[in-house]
């Protein structure tokens, strides 16, 4: 007969986070009955949603930061690969100035709440932690990103971010009776997007089909999602949603103090060798930190969970270039928020690299359409160029509209024609300066778009971040127009550094999905699809399922 035994499905470690106390008031202990309990003021909640808000938007963890520097300092690193994450650096580094949120899409709000069973709070903690949600969207330099349906077809902005994905679990571990902690993690659209889930049967439960099942999967990650990346896969459990839901905690580090190997039990465990493996195995694919190179992905976690038998599901997350989560906790010692990297300068270069500069090729993009083309198609792709000049800012309902107005038999704008789109929305612009940050949003969404505008006479040159579909590569080639690759990630570093004025220019009532121009300086891209029907990401590094070689180019 087989005795019963408890284990929990991810038995996690002791928590070794670093934490810095930001309050010792706003709780108190007061004794019921024979047990005492830990009674925190809703405002105390409140203030701490802020404060995790605030850090999750300008700060990130230094074991990140230290990532990015080992990039620099390696060897095997392509140029790109240096010059993407010294970007990186240099954005956190602005970022963590207070002023600038470190990406654009402030995303949506994530947060996890786990209470103990001698927590009272007197509130309805979800109302309490969205208030304030509400105030730091409020108070602080973010972007309103998600959409009220009015009806089915119908959306509006609703002005304030939320509302939030907000779970709140009962905490009944020994220990835990008299804490409530949580996380908080803000989620841009490119990297939750890149969340992929697929039903697989035990076939797969083979040491060559996992391989090439995941050399084909993760490749269609891209870069659309700013690497390098965080990677998550799980590998099982017993049901397909928290499968996925696993792998989201994974790609933050939450899970790493699971255990490394398995049990009758049945509990999760990491594979610590298969994660490196996978890592090994991204570094070859040649897609390196979105440019060409070894750094796709930062680290790798893979978890091996429990299925059902005739169910086995593989989720894949990625936390991105903005890491943005971060832990806090509530107990009788004080109110906790970990501690993130406050002084990022430390990890750039004494001296900034001057060959990570060769070789640009600077574009003027007030010349007439004509020139600018005419000097695109003389360059290779993957060529590094700096632009300055004009250009129009314009994503998803704004192209929708001019999709439109095509429909009507309208002209398209002349806007469309005579400058280069870049594919943005901006966040909140400070006080003072002439951005907020601004950095690309991914470029896929407005594929379907190009043929018919390039035919009209516009989307010539394209700026966005992430790999195109056949259809843009087809366009491009046959209408003579290219598509330039942006850094995904350093939102920030593009708002201080290189765009110096913007102004709405067409369907104001869109918000920061308006049609803007804005003038820009030294602002870096690459060429990735050129009007020969070049495309970096397929040819170079068949990042689509193609099975062409990766040759040196590729590195």
Request: proline share 5%; aromatic share 8%; hydrophobic share 40%.
């Amino acid at each position: 007969m087989v005795e019963f035994k408890y284990t929990e499905l991810l038995p996690l470690g002791k928590d070794s986070t670093q934490y810095r106390k930001i309050s010792d008031s706003g709780f108190k202990i007061e004794k019921l009955g024979d047990k005492e309990f830990l009674v925190i003021d809703p405002e105390t909640i409140k203030k701490l949603t802020f404060e995790a808000l605030h850090d999750t938007q300008h700060l990130l963890r230094t074991s990140h930061l230290k990532q990015l520097k080992k990039i620099l300092d390696d060897p095997e690193a392509s140029a790109n690969d240096r010059f993407v994450a010294l970007d990186l650096l240099k954005n956190a580094n602005i970022s963590a100035g207070g002023v600038l949120p470190m990406c654009q899409d402030t995303g949506t709000i994530v947060i996890t709440g786990k209470r103990g069973s001698q927590v009272l709070t007197n509130a309805h903690d979800e109302e309490v932690i969205s208030e304030g949600i509400f105030d730091a969207f409020q108070k602080m330099n973010l972007r309103y990103s998600q959409m009220a349906p009015l009806t089915m077809w119908e959306e509006k902005n609703t002005g304030t971010n939320l509302p939030a994905q907000i779970e709140i679990y009962a905490d009944t571990k020994p220990g835990h009776e008299m804490e409530y902690s949580f996380m908080f993690m803000a989620k841009g659209g490119g990297s939750a997007n890149k969340s992929l889930m697929f039903q697989e049967t035990k076939a797969l439960l083979n040491p060559s089909k996992l391989r090439d099942f995941l050399d084909e999967k993760l490749r269609l990650l891209g870069t659309a999602a700013c690497p390098p990346y965080h990677l998550a896969i799980v590998i099982g459990g017993p049901t397909a949603e928290y499968s996925l839901k696993v792998a989201k905690l994974a790609s933050t580090r939450s899970l790493d103090t699971l255990p490394t190997s398995g049990s009758l039990l049945g509990h999760g465990f990491r594979d610590e060798a298969m994660e490196q493996e996978v890592l090994e195995m991204s570094q070859k694919f040649g897609i390196g930190a979105q440019f060409g190179g070894k750094y796709f992905c930062h680290d790798v976690r893979v978890i091996r969970l429990p299925r059902h038998g005739a169910s086995l599901p593989v989720s894949i997350a990625v936390s991105c270039a903005a890491d943005r989560q971060i832990l806090a906790k509530i107990n009788k010692d004080g109110v906790f928020l970990e501690q993130l990297e406050t002084e990022p300068a430390q990890f750039l270069p004494d001296v900034i690299d001057t060959h990570l500069n060769d070789d640009v090729v600077n574009i003027d993009l007030n010349k007439p359409m004509k020139e600018i083309l005419a000097q695109l198609t003389k360059l290779p792709i993957k060529a590094r160029v700096s632009l300055s000049g004009s250009m129009i800012v314009a994503r998803d309902l704004a192209h929708a509209k001019i999709n439109s107005m095509l429909d009507e038999g309208k002209e398209i704008p002349d806007y469309f024609k005579n400058y280069a789109v870049y594919y943005a929305g901006p966040a909140k612009t400070p006080t003072g300066m002439a951005s907020g940050s601004f950095g690309p949003t991914t470029a896929g969404r407005m594929d379907g778009y190009v043929d018919r505008f390039q035919k009209a006479g516009g989307s010539m040159i394209m700026l966005a971040k992430g790999n195109r579909s056949e259809a843009v590569t087809n366009a491009c080639k046959e209408n003579g127009g290219f598509y330039l690759g942006s850094i995904g990630g350093p939102a920030a570093l593009l708002a201080q550094e290189c765009i110096t004025k913007v102004e709405v220019l067409d369907f104001e009532e869109l918000g920061m999905e308006a049609v803007w121009k804005i003038d820009i300086v030294d602002f870096p891209a690459f060429v990735v699809v050129d009007d020969k029907g070049n495309n970096f990401f397929d040819s170079g590094t068949r990042i689509l399922g193609s099975r062409i070689p990766v040759g040196p180019e590729s590195g």
